[in-house]
């Protein structure tokens, strides 16, 4: 199995700007988590889909937001970038299905999407 | 909430040396944890994990960690290590969710010739 993928892989932007960050699950899982990595601040979860819908959310400013589609591609976006948001963004999921076991919960994490805000 | 502690910030062992890196937990109940690594530039990979049962897991590249209640702790321990096992290494907990984790800060480890 192809495990999760994100792209685009490094983004530049400048500050103001807007971004979206994508991620594919491995095939069959419908969770998708995000999470922030930053050398100040360590690894944060910022939240998860499951089934098209939010079902937890991080302690992060309405700037960002995040969407999942019916195939559980997952887009993240923020809106009016500052410096600080510059930072590795992981994906990562899980299968969650109706009757999952917590054994299946396990996350699994893509690669990451470095960002730099310039 | 939960929180973790991962109080050694950098350790350095030689190779074929063995190796203990320390987790210590807070949550209210019998909480989710795992152990992941990442190598440079890379994302997370997940080592071992503990749910219940049998409180010592064994996980992937010859790693095991022990989960002590009395001590709210999860340990990770490998008996020789090499040099490929460079990298960082996270605890994390999963009270409410394993889909939701709060991470320790990290422990960089370094392997000596």
């Known amino acids: 199995k192809a495990g999760v993928t994100q792209t685009p892989r490094y983004l530049i932007k400048t500050r103001g700007q807007q971004v979206t960050l994508s991620c594919s699950p491995i095939?069959?899982?419908?969770?998708v988590s995000w999470y922030q990595q930053t050398p100040g601040q360590g690894l944060q979860f910022l939240f998860e889909y499951f089934s098209e819908t939010q079902r937890n959310k991080g302690n992060f400013p309405g700037r960002f937001s995040g969407r999942q589609f019916s195939n559980s591609r997952s887009e993240m976006n923020v809106s009016t970038l500052e410096l600080g948001d510059s930072a590795l963004y992981l994906c990562a999921s899980s299968f969650s299905g109706q009757g999952a076991g917590w054994y299946q919960e396990t996350q699994y994490f893509g690669p990451g999407t470095r960002l730099l805000v310039l | 909430a939960q929180s973790v502690t991962q109080p050694d910030i950098h350790i350095t062992v030689s190779e074929g040396a063995s190796l203990e890196l320390r987790c210590n937990y807070s949550y209210g109940a019998t909480p989710y944890l795992f152990w992941y690594v990442q190598s440079p530039g890379q994302g997370l990979q997940l080592l071992l994990k503990y749910f219940s049962g049998d409180t010592l897991v064994q996980g992937i590249k010859g790693f095991e960690a022990e989960f002590k209640r009395s001590q709210s702790s999860f340990n990770l321990r490998k008996p020789s290590v090499h040099w490929s096992d460079a990298a960082e290494y996270f605890c994390?907990?999963?009270?409410?969710?394993?889909?939701?984790?709060?991470f320790g800060s990290g422990t960089q480890l370094t392997v000596l010739p």
């Open positions: 994390a907990v999963g009270g409410r969710s394993a889909r939701q984790l709060t």
């Open positions: 095939s069959g899982h419908r969770s």
